[in-house]
């Protein structure tokens, strides 16, 4: 079984501040690791995958997250926020292997507000 | 290429009617998946089909049951619906076979008055 946790629901901060956005995983089996954005009353947006190689990936927008298996972590990181950035930020896994290949198992989310 | 559709974007039904929801994906996706989000319960994955086949089911009562068309459109149905039941309903489709990007579509927002 999969199950993952963000442990903050919501983070302020201020805009051109750092932020980080905190996410563990557990899982019995090895995974695929996800960060998906969700602007209001809309759907979700694939913001970065890792599914192997380099530990450290990259977003087209400056976000970026590293997989950390010792920890079973996969943070998301951005060194400077803007206004636009302000929405709600989900951390998933799904494992892999062809049976639970659209399966996601998403965190609780964490708002990110990007205060003026 | 058009994003995935979901109709209707609002609905509003009353304890114990049922709803059919309907997920039209990316042309050439065979798989599609859908989500449960609620401010309680967060996100949780409801079922997938993949080529008009039920592949993987989350932790759902019988009430929630879907079903693929071989165009790969997707419905799903909840019958005898619960206050509970309120909430956005979000497909998601993808290539399929094996692990491909999903992606969502702007979700159906059910309410259950």
């Known amino acids: 079984a999969q199950s993952v946790t963000q442990l903050d629901s919501q983070v302020p901060v201020f805009e051109e501040a750092p932020v980080e956005l905190r996410c563990n995983y557990s899982?019995?089996?090895?995974?695929?690791l996800f960060w998906y954005v969700q602007y209001p009353n809309q759907g979700l947006q694939l913001l970065l995958k890792?599914?192997?190689?380099?530990?450290l990936v990259e977003s087209i927008n400056g976000f970026e997250a590293e997989f950390n298996k010792s920890q079973t972590s996969f943070h998301l990181r951005k060194p400077s926020v803007h206004i636009s950035d302000t929405a709600e930020y989900f951390c998933a896994v799904t494992p892999i292997g062809k049976a639970g290949a659209n399966n996601l198992f998403f965190g609780t989310g964490t708002r990110l507000t990007v205060i003026p | 290429k058009a994003g995935v559709t979901q109709t209707p974007r609002y609905l509003i039904k009353t304890r114990g009617q049922q709803v059919t929801l309907s997920c039209s994906p990316i042309s050439g996706h065979r798989s599609v998946s859908w989500y449960q989000q609620t401010p309680g319960q967060g996100l949780q994955f409801l079922f997938e089909y993949f080529s008009e086949t039920q592949r993987n089911k989350g932790n759902f009562p019988g009430r929630f049951s879907g079903r693929q068309f071989s165009n790969s459109r997707s419905e799903m149905n909840v019958s005898t619906l619960e206050l509970g039941d309120s909430a956005l309903y979000l497909c998601?489709?993808?290539?399929?076979?094996?692990?491909?990007?999903?992606?969502f579509g702007p979700g159906t927002r059910l309410t259950v008055l």
């Open positions: 899982s019995s089996v090895s995974v695929y």
């Open positions: 890792y599914l192997s190689g380099s530990t």
């Open positions: 998601a489709s993808s290539l399929g076979e094996d692990y491909n990007e999903q992606f």
